[in-house]
């Protein structure tokens, strides 16, 4: 159980692109999404947290305009990179919490960011 | 707000040596959970515990344990005859929105 998915694994792309990325919950039902950056050497860091049919709350300093997340199911959430920039490059994890056992998160494979 | 301190930013062991990661968390909540997470080399986080602010026995899974003491608002992590597929770094964080803190980075050598 538990199985979370992450599309593209990684993705290159040049300075103003967007990128999508995909996430979903393979078998288990999740009404909220957690979305983290994390780059080298450092720790996950939260961008903002959606749930199901809702618009998602972004933590402080992060653009709304520029990471927009769509959660449209309970198990499918996405997040477009817009215009991306070399300083987006990083390392994008999903966080899917199961609605069954409520506290538990679990993490998507991530999906690596360069931005040329 | 939650906050998370992981004292240890990075620990070597030999394998087969026992090692014990520090973990100590704030929150606000008076109920919540408790979470170690590992993320090996490849960056996919491994969920390993979550252990509910209630239940202050010790548990014991294979090589893994965890120490919770709720008065101290630590939660420590000891691998057993530690081996070199642990090596990876491991969070922990209280639950709710998980909010990491920097993580120790564990690594185990032949």
């Known amino acids: 159980g538990a199985v979370v998915s992450q599309h593209p694994s990684w993705v290159i792309c040049k300075s103003g692109t967007s990128v999508k990325i995909e996430c979903r919950s393979l078998?288990?039902?999740?009404?909220?999404m957690f979305w983290y950056r994390q780059f080298p050497k450092q720790s996950l860091m939260l961008m903002a947290t959606?749930?199901?049919?809702?618009?998602?709350?972004?933590e402080q300093g992060v653009e709304k305009d520029k990471f927009l997340i769509n959660h449209a199911s309970l198990t499918l959430s996405t997040l477009t990179v817009t215009s991306a920039h070399p300083e987006d490059s990083s390392f994008y994890i999903c966080?899917?919490?199961?609605?069954?056992?409520?506290?538990?998160?679990?993490f998507g494979p991530g999906t690596r960011l360069t931005v040329l | 707000a939650q906050k998370v301190t992981q004292a240890q930013t990075e620990i070597s062991v030999v394998e087969k040596e026992d090692v014990t990661l520090d973990c100590v968390y704030e929150?606000?909540?008076?109920?919540?959970?408790l979470f170690w997470y590992k993320q090996p080399p490849s960056g996919e986080l491994v969920f390993l515990i979550r252990?509910?602010?209630?239940?202050?026995q010790n548990e014991i899974s294979g090589r893994y344990s965890w120490n919770f003491q709720k008065s101290t608002s630590s939660f420590n992590f000891t691998i057993t005859a530690s081996q070199v597929v642990d090596s990876a770094v491991y969070f922990c964080?209280?639950?709710?929105?998980?909010?990491f803190g920097q993580g120790t980075e564990l690594s185990v050598k032949p």
């Open positions: 966080s899917p919490r199961d609605a069954q056992t409520t506290d538990t998160q679990y």
């Open positions: 078998d288990f039902q999740a009404t909220t």
């Open positions: 959606s749930n199901e049919g809702s618009k998602a709350t972004y």
């Open positions: 929150t606000r909540d008076t109920t919540y959970y």
């Open positions: 252990r509910n602010s209630f239940d202050e």
């Open positions: 964080a209280p639950g709710g929105k998980l909010i």
